[in-house]
C-alpha cells in the first residue's frame, strides 16, 4: 500500500513551492499526535492522496474516511460552489501539501483558503456541526455610515442565511452571496456557507452562532470561518457567478417606508392590514421571537415594546407595534392550520422552501414542546413514576373556576350614570349626543353631561360632522380591537382546555 501511495504524494510535493498561503490553517493537538509509519499514517495518506480525484470529488464536496477503530482517518473537503472542478482541485491540492507540511504530525487539523477549506481528523466527522475551532479575520478600516452600514449588513446576513440553510442554490449546496450599500459610494459583498451534509437547522444554527461572534461595529470586512460553516464580508466583490437578486440587492435592503407620518392618525387601522411583509421579514420574526425568548426569557407577543425595538433592525419594512402585533398573530394561526393538515400526528410537508421553514420555526415557538407552550401544561405535569400529583384534580378544578374568572370577567353592576344612550341620528346632533353620552372621558375632568351637550349646538354642523366620522373611526378601530382580542381569548382558551383533558387521562 505505501509503495502505491509514494507516487501520488510525490506528486503534490513537487507543486510545494509555488502554493500559496492559507488564510489561517490550525494544527490540533489536543487530538493527539500519529507515529511515523504507523497504520493511522498509512489511512491518512490513503485519504488525502484521493482527495481530489474526480470519482471522489463531487460539486465541490469530498468526505472520505478509510480504515477501521481508532485508525481510522476522515477528511472533508469544500469549495465554494462557483469555482470550477479545476480550479477546486487545484486548491485542495495546495491545501494538502501546505496542512501536511505545517502539521506533519497532528491527528487532526484543518485549512483555510479563500476558495476552498480542508479538515483531516482521527475523529468521525460525518453529518455534524462544529463551530470550534474558530477563525476570525477583521478590517481595522470602518464603514463610513455606521448606523445605515450595521442595519443592512445585519438584513444582508439574514437574507443569506436563510437562503443558505434551504439550499438556495440546490441541494447539493448550502450556499449564498449578495451584496448590500450603505451608501452611494460604499458596498458590502458578502457570502455565507455550510456543509452540504448539514440539515437546514444545523446550517441555520451553525450560521446564527458565528453571526454572533462578527464584529459589534463597524468592520469593512470581517470573517468568521469553522469546521462546519463560514461567514464573509469585504467592500470588494471575491465571488462570481451569482446573481444578487432579492433582498440581497442595494436597491431592496433599504426599507420602504409602511407609514407615512401625516396620514398615520386616519390610515393606522388600514395600515394593519396592508401587505408589507416579504418572505425575509417572516422567518427574520420567528427567528427573533427564538432569539429574544432565549435572551430574555420571556414571551416578546407580551413585551411588544421591547421585542418590536429588538426585532425592527432585521426587517426590511418599518412597521410599528400593532402592525408587528398582528403579524405575530396570523403567524401563528397559520402554523395552528398547517399543524392540523398533518395526517395521524405527523407534521405537513410544503413544496415551498419557505413553506418549511415558517413551519420548522414556528413549532419551535407553539408547538407541543414549543418556546411559548401554555404554562397550565407544565404546572400538571405527572410525577415521574407516571402517577397525577397529589391534588392535581382539585388544583385542576381551582385552576379552571381560576382561569374561567381571568379570560371571562363578570362586568361591573352598572351605575345610574353608566347606561349607553343610542339616538337615532335624526336630530342634527343626535349621533354627537350619543358619542358624548358614550365617553365618560370629558366628564373625568368634571365637565358635566348638561353643560357638554349645549355646547355641542355652538359647534359649526360642517364640524360636528367631521368629529361625528372621526368618533366612527375610533369606534370601528375598538371593534377592530376587541374582535382580535376575542379571537386571541379563544385560541388561548382552547389550548389550556386540551391541556387540561390531557393532563386528566
Given at each position: 500500500?505505501?509503495?502505491?501511495?509514494?507516487?501520488?504524494?510525490?506528486?503534490?510535493?513537487?507543486?510545494a513551492s509555488a502554493q500559496p498561503n492559507f488564510i489561517s490553517h490550525l494544527c490540533l493537538y489536543k487530538t493527539g499526535n500519529f507515529i511515523p509509519n504507523s497504520t493511522f499514517k498509512a489511512n491518512l495518506d490513503h485519504v488525502l492522496s484521493s482527495v481530489t480525484t474526480n470519482g471522489k470529488l463531487e460539486n465541490g464536496f469530498y468526505r472520505f474516511s478509510y480504515g477501521q477503530n481508532s485508525d481510522r482517518a476522515n477528511a472533508v473537503g469544500l469549495c465554494r460552489p462557483e469555482i470550477k472542478l479545476d480550479a477546486c482541485q487545484s486548491c485542495l491540492n495546495d491545501s494538502v501539501r501546505l496542512l501536511t507540511k505545517r502539521c506533519p504530525n497532528q491527528k487532526e487539523a484543518i485549512g483555510w483558503y479563500e476558495n476552498c477549506f480542508l479538515h483531516y481528523s482521527s475523529s468521525s466527522l460525518s453529518n455534524q456541526m462544529h463551530i470550534s475551532p474558530m477563525f476570525r479575520t477583521q478590517s481595522t478600516k470602518n464603514a463610513t455610515n455606521t448606523d445605515q452600514f450595521i442595519r443592512n449588513l445585519r438584513i444582508l446576513l439574514n437574507s443569506l442565511k436563510n437562503k443558505a440553510s434551504l439550499g438556495d442554490h440546490g441541494s447539493l449546496h448550502k450556499y449564498a452571496a449578495g451584496n448590500m450599500s450603505s451608501s452611494e459610494l460604499e458596498t458590502t459583498y458578502a457570502l455565507v456557507q455550510c456543509l452540504p451534509d448539514l440539515t437546514p437547522q444545523q446550517c441555520d444554527d451553525c450560521l446564527s452562532s458565528i453571526f454572533k461572534k462578527l464584529p459589534s461595529c463597524c468592520s469593512q470586512s470581517a470573517g468568521i470561518f469553522t469546521p462546519s460553516c463560514l461567514v464573509n464580508y469585504k467592500p470588494t466583490r471575491f465571488f462570481d457567478s451569482v446573481t444578487d437578486d432579492g433582498p440581497t440587492?442595494?436597491?431592496?435592503?433599504?426599507?420602504?417606508?409602511?407609514?407615512?407620518?401625516?396620514?398615520?392618525?386616519v390610515d393606522e387601522s388600514k395600515k394593519l392590514f396592508q401587505r408589507l411583509w416579504s418572505e425575509d421579514d417572516e422567518?427574520?420574526?420567528?427567528n427573533g421571537m427564538i432569539d429574544y425568548s432565549a435572551e430574555k426569557g420571556s414571551d416578546p407577543s407580551l413585551d411588544m415594546n421591547a421585542f418590536h425595538d429588538f426585532i425592527k433592525k432585521s426587517l426590511h419594512v418599518d412597521v410599528t407595534k400593532a402592525q408587528l402585533m398582528d403579524k405575530i398573530r396570523r403567524l401563528k394561526k397559520k402554523y395552528r392550520n398547517n399543524a392540523d393538515r398533518g395526517k395521524k400526528g405527523a407534521d405537513p410537508t410544503f413544496s415551498k422552501a419557505h413553506e418549511q421553514k415558517g413551519f420548522e420555526l414556528s413549532k419551535r415557538i407553539w408547538g407541543g414542546e414549543g418556546i411559548l407552550r401554555t404554562p397550565?401544561?407544565?404546572?400538571l405535569k405527572p410525577n415521574a413514576n407516571g402517577t397525577?400529583?397529589?391534588?392535581?384534580?382539585?388544583?385542576t378544578s381551582k385552576a379552571l373556576a381560576s382561569l374561567k374568572a381571568d379570560l371571562l370577567p363578570s362586568p361591573d353592576a352598572p351605575k345610574e350614570d353608566d347606561s349607553m344612550k343610542v339616538d337615532d341620528c335624526e336630530a342634527p346632533s343626535g349621533c354627537m349626543d350619543g358619542f358624548v353620552a358614550f365617553e365618560r372621558s370629558l366628564g373625568a375632568v368634571g365637565l358635566p353631561e348638561s353643560f357638554l351637550k349645549p355646547g355641542?349646538?355652538?359647534i359649526g354642523q360642517s364640524k360636528r360632522t367631521e368629529l361625528e366620522e372621526e368618533w366612527k373611526k375610533l369606534h370601528l378601530a375598538e371593534l377592530e380591537l376587541f374582535l382580535k382580542r376575542t379571537e386571541l381569548?379563544?385560541?388561548?382558551?382552547?389550548?389550556?382546555?386540551?391541556?387540561?383533558?390531557s393532563s386528566s387521562k
Open positions: 500500500m505505501a509503495l502505491y501511495l509514494l507516487p501520488s504524494l510525490l506528486l503534490l510535493m513537487t507543486k440587492t442595494s436597491s431592496t435592503v433599504h426599507k420602504s417606508r409602511a407609514v407615512d407620518d401625516s396620514k398615520k392618525s422567518i427574520a420574526i420567528l397550565a401544561v407544565e404546572q397525577p400529583k397529589k391534588n392535581q384534580r382539585g388544583n355641542l349646538e355652538l381569548i379563544r385560541d388561548q382558551t382552547k389550548l389550556i382546555l386540551d391541556a387540561y383533558k
